[in-house]
């Protein structure tokens, strides 16, 4: 449905993504982290309004399951008040959307649990803010990268001798670690809203955007600075990779 805020405009989209962030996500990551939670978060949002209905963040002090966008599923399957789907000012209702009528965001690209866990929960979408890369290079998290090169990706085994030729051609580094564009859903970071606003509204308003989108990034600085000291300091947690 195009009339859905959702896929109105891409600045529509992604400025109701970033306040999520800021105002809702950010404050309860704040709490996460001081008890030596990683800092990552989730959230899910109505298509028709885009009302944040669901936000969570990581909880594997209590267990190494519970990473933001888990918890923020769990979350949305238990609660049992939503509020309207189209405007949060009307009375909220037991009535829970269908994962296919909701937006979900994760403040980082999702691991492979988590990709398992959107794609069997039902939602079509996802939009994350930091990208495996920088969950490696920023935040000293390497594993979403490790887990998916060492667990999901098996060598082609060529069937005949043409093949064979071909695939020793094959930079096996070059392929994407999963499939953002399949079947059960599409992936886009905030940096692809940014192109979208670019290629509809020009570069001087996708400019204005990208400054947006650092601006929050750089609100993580010290929530990775807070979880990094608790790693040190040797925080009780149930997560083995920290
Ligand atoms: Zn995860």
Same mark, same amino acid.
């Given at each position: 449905?195009?009339?859905?805020?959702?896929?109105?405009?891409?600045?529509?989209?992604?400025?109701?993504?970033?306040?999520?962030?800021?105002?809702?996500?950010?404050?309860?990551?704040?709490?996460?982290?001081?008890?030596?939670?990683?800092?990552?978060?989730?959230? *899910? #949002?109505?298509?028709?309004?885009? &009302? @944040?209905?669901?936000?969570?963040?990581?909880? /594997?002090?209590?267990?190494?399951?519970?990473?933001?966008?888990?918890?923020?599923?769990?979350?949305?399957?238990?609660?049992?008040?939503?509020?309207?789907?189209?405007?949060?000012?009307?009375?909220?209702?037991?009535?829970?959307?269908?994962?296919?009528?909701?937006?979900?965001?994760?403040?980082?690209?999702?691991?492979?649990?988590?990709?398992?866990?959107?794609?069997?929960?039902?939602?079509?979408?996802?939009?994350?803010?930091?990208?495996?890369?920088?969950?490696?290079?920023?935040?000293?998290?390497?594993?979403?990268?490790? *887990? #998916?090169?060492?667990?999901?990706? &098996? @060598?082609?085994?060529?069937?005949?001798?043409? /093949?064979?030729?071909?695939?020793?051609?094959?930079?096996?580094?070059?392929?994407?670690?999963?499939?953002?564009?399949?079947?059960?859903?599409?992936?886009?970071?905030?940096?692809?809203?940014?192109?979208?606003?670019?290629?509809?509204?020009?570069?001087?308003?996708?400019?204005?955007?990208?400054?947006?989108?650092?601006?929050?990034?750089?609100?993580?600085?010290?929530?990775?600075?807070?979880?990094?000291?608790?790693?040190?300091?040797?925080?009780?947690?149930?997560?083995?990779?920290?």
């Amino acid at each position: 449905m195009a009339s859905q805020a959702y896929d109105s405009d891409p600045i529509t989209l992604l400025k109701s993504l970033l306040a999520t962030i800021e105002n809702e996500v950010i404050p309860l990551t704040s709490k996460g982290v001081s008890s030596g939670n990683k800092l990552f978060g989730a959230a *899910i #949002l109505s298509k028709a309004g885009l &009302v @944040p209905l669901t936000v969570s963040t990581n909880n /594997e002090t209590a267990s190494p399951l519970l990473h933001g966008e888990i918890n923020c599923i769990q979350q949305f399957f238990a609660q049992t008040s939503f509020p309207d789907p189209s405007d949060a000012s009307k009375p909220r209702s037991p009535q829970r959307p269908n994962p296919r009528d909701c937006v979900f965001l994760a403040t980082h690209e999702p691991c492979s649990l988590c990709l398992s866990g959107i794609t069997w929960s039902g939602f079509d979408n996802f939009f994350y803010l930091f990208t495996y890369e920088d969950s490696r290079d920023l935040f000293s998290i390497p594993y979403d990268i490790e *887990i #998916l090169r060492e667990v999901f990706r &098996v @060598p082609a085994v060529p069937v005949s001798g043409a /093949e064979k030729e071909e695939m020793d051609g094959e930079d096996i580094d070059a392929r994407p670690l999963y499939n953002r564009r399949n079947k059960f859903f599409t992936a886009r970071s905030f940096e692809d809203l940014a192109r979208e606003i670019a290629e509809k509204h020009g570069e001087g308003e996708s400019g204005k955007w990208e400054e947006e989108i650092r601006r929050i990034k750089e609100l993580y600085n010290e929530l990775s600075d807070t979880y990094q000291k608790s790693k040190t300091s040797g925080v009780d947690s149930a997560s083995f990779w920290k």
